[in-house]
T-cell receptor
């Protein structure tokens, strides 16, 4: 029973580069969330998927941020033209069902993005 | 919008002693869920304990228990018999029940718990 995995674990990008961060949720989990955790802060919600449908992207900070989950399993968070303020740990979480606020969200180890 | 406040950036406790971490939140909703998550250094965030707002009884999980005061919008975590493995960042989190599972968690800034041997 593998947990949520994320890759790469660490990413260094030069300002202006595009990056892609991958999340492999627990097999069979319907719901998938992305969070951004700045240094010394709690995670902040970015976006939510139910299967392949992106039902909430209200937390995405700008139109440079784009997320997809085309087959309802693996998800990719893409950041275009990275800026220094994008430096953070990006966390992915999945939960088994949809429509259940009580469902536990299982978190991945995160990808630490550093933009130089 | 909901907010979660953790007023203790850092707490320190002797091994085997009891420590309480504070959390307050602000919401206009009546139905919601509250969580405490633990994030060890460079490791994954894991759920410690969960409380449904409609339940009056405080949740407990082994050495971990909460003091949920709905009227005061307070949700503190008590760790009894502290162990070295409890050292971590602890985050309090809120989730609305309105979205039927579509809502993300709203986190506080965290409390860094140090366990002194």
């Amino acid at each position: 029973g593998a947990g949520v995995s994320q890759s790469p674990r660490y990413k260094v990008a030069k300002r202006g580069q595009d990056v892609a961060l991958r999340c492999d949720p627990i097999s069979g989990h319907v719901s998938l969330f992305w969070y951004q955790q700045a240094l010394g802060q709690g995670p902040e919600f970015l976006t939510y998927f139910q299967n392949e449908a992106q039902l909430d992207k209200s937390g995405l900070p700008s139109d440079r941020f784009f997320a997809e989950r085309p087959e309802g399993s693996v998800s990719t968070l893409k950041i275009q033209r990275t800026q220094q303020e994008d430096s953070a740990v990006y966390l992915c979480a999945s939960s088994f069902r949809s429509g259940m606020s009580t469902d536990t969200q299982y978190f991945g180890p995160g990808t630490r993005l550093t933009v130089l | 919008a909901q907010t979660v406040t953790q007023s203790q950036p850092e707490m320190s406790v002797q091994e085997a002693e009891t420590v309480t971490l504070s959390c307050t939140y602000d919401t206009s909703e009546s139905d919601y869920y509250l969580f405490w998550y633990k994030q060890p250094p460079s490791r994954q965030m894991i759920l410690v304990i969960r409380q449904e707002a409609y339940k009056q009884q405080n949740a407990t999980e082994n050495r971990f228990s909460v003091n949920f005061q709905k009227a005061a919008k307070s949700f503190s975590l008590k760790i009894s018999d502290s162990q070295l493995g409890d050292a971590a960042m602890y985050f309090c989190a809120y989730r609305s029940a309105r979205g039927g599972g579509a809502d993300g968690l709203t986190f506080g800034k965290g409390t860094h718990l140090i366990i002194q041997p």
